[in-house]
């Protein structure tokens, strides 16, 4: 009894895979279509020095809008401040993801972009303008 379970477990355990194996095909009609190999979050490692400074500029500009003498002084430099900070953290929050297709003619093309646009690994995506993959939507 115990072998004829043993027996059916192992034989369910290594069907189940084959079962919800993901197929898929690239139509015929789909030139710019690949599929998805792999898909990695990679980081553009930026300091954020250049947002910093655009945004106290852009803060220092706008905070001198407000009030008169000593007020916009402050509105000024609290501006700087605040426009710098927010700069800085939006600079540095920049992420790509690089993104692997397999093509139809059997060449492997890479591209990175901000968005992944519902895509995952194994689905059939469309190149646009050779630069972004989107899911591939007949």
């Known amino acids: 009894m ?4 043993l027996s059916t477990f192992l034989a369910a355990s290594l069907l189940a895979p ?3 194996a ?7 009609n789909c030139y710019d279509c690949g599929i998805v190999t792999h898909i990695e979050k990679v ?7 250049g947002g910093a400074i655009a945004g106290a500029v852009v803060g220092g500009l706008l905070g001198n809008q407000v009030g008169g003498g000593t007020g916009k002084t402050v509105a000024t430099v609290a501006g700087a401040a605040g426009g710098a900070y927010a700069g800085k953290k939006i600079s540095e ?5 690089e993104v692997t297709l397999k093509m139809k003619d059997g060449s492997t093309r ?3 972009q901000e968005w992944l646009h ?3 690994v194994g689905q059939v995506a469309k190149l ?3 630069k972004t993959a989107k899911l591939y939507k007949p």
């Open 2 to 5: 115990k072998n004829s379970i």
């Open 18 to 20: 084959a079962a919800f």
């Open 22 to 28: 993901q197929v898929t095909k690239i139509p015929a």
């Open 43 to 49: 980081s553009d490692a930026k300091s954020g020095t």
């Open 93 to 97: 929050g920049n992420m790509e993801y």
């Open 110 to 112: 890479v591209v990175h």
């Open 118 to 120: 519902d895509i995952k």
């Open 128 to 130: 646009k303008d050779g």
